[in-house]
């Protein structure tokens, strides 16, 4: 079995309409949600052994956050191209070539196409639907295959669905 934990990147910034979407930065709020995030995942002892991020900015911005908490080093941040999508077929395809001696993978993407990758992946005889993962949410989820070329939909168990305004 496979852990997927499927992070929407925190809240941008949209001061400067001058810049592309994809070199848009976390505004203040991301910038203090984030960190927040990746405390609580570190209360939770969860572990990963990769952690992935779209090129876009504020994707990165994210997994810069996040990494310390979950002790992975920034230089291990990975970015992917076709994790700056909005096609549920690129996600699963680039989620297929993971090696399958990562057991618990991060990915830092976009909406609406993480919202429906979680979607796609919840066993919904066990769980119910995810309407939209807010910015910073994370989606874990328990993939019943042993290797990640296997990924499909249906297969995950969702172990926690959390974001920032979730009051705990």
């Known amino acids: 079995m496979k852990t997927l934990y499927l992070v929407r990147h925190a809240k941008s910034s949209w001061t400067d309409p001058s810049l592309a979407d994809f070199h848009r930065p976390l505004n203040k709020r991301g910038q203090r949600d984030a960190p927040v995030m990746g405390q609580r995942l570190a209360e939770n002892k969860i572990k990963v052994d990769a952690l992935w991020s779209s090129p876009a900015l504020r994707a990165v911005q994210t997994a810069e956050l996040l990494a310390p908490s979950l002790k992975v080093p920034g230089t291990c941040i990975e970015q992917h ?12 395809a680039e989620i ?23 979607d796609r992946l919840i066993d919904h005889r066990h769980a119910p639907a995810i309407s939209r993962i807010p910015t ?4 874990a989820l328990e993939l019943q295959c042993p290797s990640w070329k296997e990924i499909q939909g249906s297969t ?8 920032p305004k979730n009051r705990h």
């Open 81 to 92: 191209e076709r994790l700056y999508t909005s096609s549920i077929k690129d996600l699963f």
């Open 96 to 118: 297929s070539t993971c090696s399958d001696t990562i057991q618990a993978l991060l990915v830092i993407g976009h909406n609406p196409v993480m919202t429906e990758l979680a």
């Open 136 to 139: 910073c949410g994370i989606v």
């Open 156 to 163: 995950g168990q969702l172990l926690f669905f959390d974001f």
